[in-house]
């Protein structure tokens, strides 16, 4: 540790959505980027962590953060997020954990995106049965 700042060596954490990737040593409390797709699960009243790659990011989210669902968070399940929603929405989806992408500035998220969980794309069984 050097000058007051944590640094958490080379491991790669979270992305770019462009494809890029973060390096914690540049994310540490405070952090600004984009994080994720990773599960965002709730803490505490405003506070919230993503999970990606074993890791995981607190941040807090404020009045102005734009929270987009696709079905989980809130809206109509899409292939793409595109509804608004409220922070009580994300507090009830976060308690049991939401796959998203979360834009941070200083700690902050100043946009929350639901992304596709690619579990529950993958096929699994839902209990339902086709017939052909």
Do not use: W
């Amino acid at each position: 540790m050097s000058g007051g700042r944590l640094r958490l060596g080379g491991a790669r954490f979270g992305g770019d959505l462009d494809g890029g990737s973060r390096n914690p040593s540049s994310a540490a409390d405070g952090a600004s980027g984009t994080f994720g797709p990773g599960t965002v699960s709730y803490l505490t009243p405003g506070k919230y962590s993503i999970h990606v790659s074993g890791e995981s990011r607190p941040f807090a989210v404020s009045e102005e953060t734009e929270i987009r669902g696709a079905g989980t968070i809130c809206g109509e399940p899409a292939p793409e997020a595109a509804g608004r929603c409220t922070q009580d929405d994300l507090e009830r989806a976060g308690e049991g954990g939401v796959f998203a992408t979360v834009v941070l500035e200083k700690g902050v998220a100043t946009r929350i995106t639901e992304a596709d969980d690619p579990d529950k794309s993958s096929g699994e069984d839902d209990g339902t049965t086709a017939e052909r």
